[in-house]
């Protein structure tokens, strides 16, 4: 079954950049059509699409958070890792990964999320 | 960019028919999904492309998506359906856009 992990530091500072890794099982990023984002959901307030890749390197971002914002993929670990730059508190949030395909459009299998902290 | 409205909260007795809408400029021209959100929980994709359902989602869960509106229906609803619930459509210029969730409350 497909399932996803995310792993990444719980606390950073302002200004410090974040990289978050998403871990996955049951699909493979070579596979045509299959693609991997990243979701967050600050506390108490609503989903925002982050990035996301797909199997043949086409990467897309968030337009509003593109400037701070790399998704890159290791096929071979099976991971897709997400960086963000200049960290403000108001980016704490859960962040999620999740699987999508083309040209689904949409998300079927979440993982757990992990909660990160900015704070001095 | 491409925006979508939904209300804040929608209260529906227990048993009735729950209706959650999804406001978006032409957005009977896109295709729609839905997400059920738990407390503490990740989201669940509860139907797709406007009126499927994955597999294991009750039948209680239909959607329709007409001219500049969504909508995500839940019949007979039940204590379990309290969620928060999101819909979300693919935009050519914006990519992937959620909205910004419904409170269902069961009462």
Same mark, same amino acid.
């Given at each position: ?41 600050? =506390? ?34 099976? %991971? ?41 | 960019?491409?925006?979508?409205? %939904? =209300? ?7 048993? %009735? ?70 819909? %979300? ?19």
């Amino acid at each position: 079954q497909i399932t996803l992990k995310e792993s990444g530091p719980t606390l950073v500072k302002p200004t410090q950049t974040l990289t978050l890794t998403c871990t996955f099982s049951g699909f493979s990023l070579s596979t045509s059509g299959v693609g991997v984002g990243w979701i967050r959901q600050p =506390p108490g307030k609503a989903l925002e699409w982050l990035a996301l890749i797909y199997w043949d390197d086409d990467k897309r971002y968030s337009p509003s958070l593109k400037s701070r914002l790399t998704i890159t993929k290791d096929t071979s670990k099976n %991971q897709v890792v997400l960086t963000m730059t200049n960290m403000d508190p108001v980016d704490t949030a859960t962040y999620y990964c999740a699987h999508s395909g083309w040209p689904t459009g949409y998300f079927d299998y979440w993982g757990q999320g992990t909660l990160v902290t900015v704070s001095s | 960019s491409y925006e979508l409205t %939904q =209300p804040l909260s929608v209260s529906v007795a227990l048993g %009735q028919t729950a209706r959650i809408t999804c406001g978006g400029n032409n957005i009977g021209s896109k295709n729609v999904h839905w997400y059920q959100q738990k407390p503490g929980q990740a989201p669940v994709l509860v139907i797709y492309r406007d009126s499927n359902r994955p597999s294991g989602i009750p039948e209680r869960f239909s959607g329709s998506n007409s001219g500049n509106t969504a909508t995500l229906t839940i019949s007979r609803a039940q204590a379990g359906d309290e969620a928060d619930y999101y819909c %979300q459509v693919w935009d050519s210029s914006t990519a992937f856009v959620f909205g910004g969730g419904t409170k269902l409350t069961v009462l």
